[in-house]
C-alpha cells in the first residue's frame, strides 16, 4: 500500500491540499550524520516554478524533523520529516468535482473510496508526494555513498527530441502538454544483489519507479532494442573475475542479480494529464459527456522534474538490497 522495503522501509503520507506531506522511513542505522542543509539542493531539483515548463505552485520545503534525528545524526529509531502545503489553491478544484479530469485518478479514486477521498490537487495521488520520496532519497543516497555507490538520472528527451529545449517548444507551440524519458545509472554496485524471483532487482526497482506519477514504460540495459538483436550479439561477455563485460546489454542485472557493471534503465513519462487543451469528459452528475478545460497551476512537461525522484527512488531500492547483503559499510 504506502510501504516499501524490507529493511529499509519507507512509508509515505499527505495530500497535496492537506496540511502537509511526509515519509516515515524505518531501519536506517544510527549515526548517519544528517542536517537539513543535506536535502536542499535534491528539494530546489524537484521544485516547480524555477524552469521552463513547470508548475507555478512553489512551497519552501524546508524537511521538518519529528523523529530520529538527534545532534544532527539519526539515532537508529524511526524517522519522519514532513513537508507543509501552504500554497494551495483548492476551490480550483471544487469547482470541476463533478467532471473527473481525463488522464487523473479522480474516477477510480471516487469510484474506490466513495466519495470520501481528499480531490484536491489529486489529494493523495498528486506528484506533490514526491518530495517525500526525495527526502527518503536523500539518505539513501548517503547510506550508499558509504560503500562508494552512486545514483545519477538525466532527461534523454523530450517529446521524442533530445534537443530539450525544442522539445519543450513544440509543448508551447501547441499548447498543450508532453513527455519525455529519463535515464538513470548507478556506478558502484556490488555483484549478488536482488533475489528471483520476485524480489529481483529489476523487480524491485521497477515495483517503485511505478510509484512515481505519470510513469508508462520500462528498460533496462538495451531494454526493447534487445528484441531485434541476435542471441551472440546481446549477450555480454565477461572479461575478468569482478565480473566486468566488455559489453552492457544486460543493463548491470542478469538473471535478476546485480553483476557488478554499471546499472542502466530508462523510464518513459507520459504527458501532463493536466492539459489547457479543451477535451471531453464524463459528468457525473448528470451521465452526460461534456467540453471541460482544466484551471489551475500544472507542470508543462513533468519529466523536467523526474530526475531527482528517479534517483531517488532507485536509492531507496538498492539501499534495501545493501543492507539485506550487508554490503553498506557500518558508519561507526
Partial sequence: MNSFGRLFRIHIFGESHGESVGILIDGCPAGLPLKV??????????????QKGTTPRQESDLPIFKSGI?????????????????NTRSGDYQKQRS??????????????????????GGGHFSGRLTVALVAAGVIAKKLLAYSGTKVTANILEIGGESDLEKGLQKAI??????????????????????????DSAESLISHAVFAIPAIRGIEFGTGFAAARMFGSEHNDAIADMSGKTTTNHAGGIVGGISNGNEL?????????????????????????????SVKGRHDLCIALR?????????????CDLMLAEQKIKRIL
Fill in 306 to 318: 523526474v530526475p531527482v525522484v528517479l534517483e531517488a527512488v532507485t536509492a531507496f531500492v538498492l
Fill in 37 to 50: 542543509e543535506d536535502f536542499l539542493t535534491d528539494i530546489e531539483r524537484r521544485k516547480g516554478g524555477t
Fill in 99 to 120: 467532471v473527473p479530469r481525463p488522464g487523473h485518478a479522480d474516477f477510480v479514486a471516487h469510484q474506490k473510496f466513495g466519495g470520501y477521498e481528499d480531490y484536491r
Fill in 264 to 292: 542502466v534503465f530508462r523510464i518513459a513519462i507520459k504527458p501532463t494529464s493536466s492539459t489547457p487543451k479543451t477535451q471531453q469528459t464524463l459528468n457525473w452528475e448528470t451521465g452526460e459527456t461534456e467540453s471541460f
Fill in 70 to 86: 538527534f545532534n544532527d545524526a539519526t539515532t537508529g529509531a524511526p524517522i519522519t520529516i514532513l513537508f507543509e502545503n501552504n
Fill in 173 to 198: 507551440d501547441a499548447k498543450d502538454s508532453i513527455g519525455g524519458i529519463v535515464e538513470c545509472r548507478a556506478n558502484g554496485l556490488p555483484a549478488g544483489l536482488g533475489e528471483p524471483f520476485f
